[in-house]
Nanobody, 125 residues
């Protein structure tokens, strides 16, 4: 599965942005999708995850209530809607697909089999 993350950019604090994670493969529906991010100079961290059917979602505390993860299996695409962005949200954002964790999603990077290349999000104050 080849994943393509897109939608990043430079925005101001308080703005919104939507990231997309797409694949040409028809099998994304078999996988949970997770979003992770790596702030400059820091380790990669979990952001949000969604089960294969979109029923189960969960978020890192730092983004809960501001970010929404969703997916459209017919389009082979998952999304991360980010609102009320803060400068500390600035990072390279990665999407990942995990088959073993498909029923729930996971905050553990080790549960994901495939990764996109990352898209930069920069939030200015």
């Amino acid at each position: 599965v080849q994943l393509q993350a897109s939608g990043g950019g430079l925005v101001q604090a308080g703005d919104s942005l939507r990231l997309s994670c797409s694949t040409s493969e028809p099998t994304l529906a078999d996988y949970a999708v997770g979003w992770f991010r790596r702030p400059l100079g820091k380790d990669r961290e979990f952001v949000a995850a969604i089960s294969w059917n979109g029923v189960t979602t969960f978020y890192a505390d730092s983004v809960n209530g501001r970010f929404t993860i969703s997916r459209d299996n017919a389009k082979g695409t998952a999304y991360l809607q980010m609102s009320s962005l803060k400068p500390e949200d600035s990072a390279v954002y990665y999407c990942a697909a995990g088959r073993a964790t498909s029923y729930s999603g996971s905050s553990d990077e080790e549960e994901y089999d495939y990764w996109g290349q990352g898209t930069q999000v920069t939030v200015s104050s």
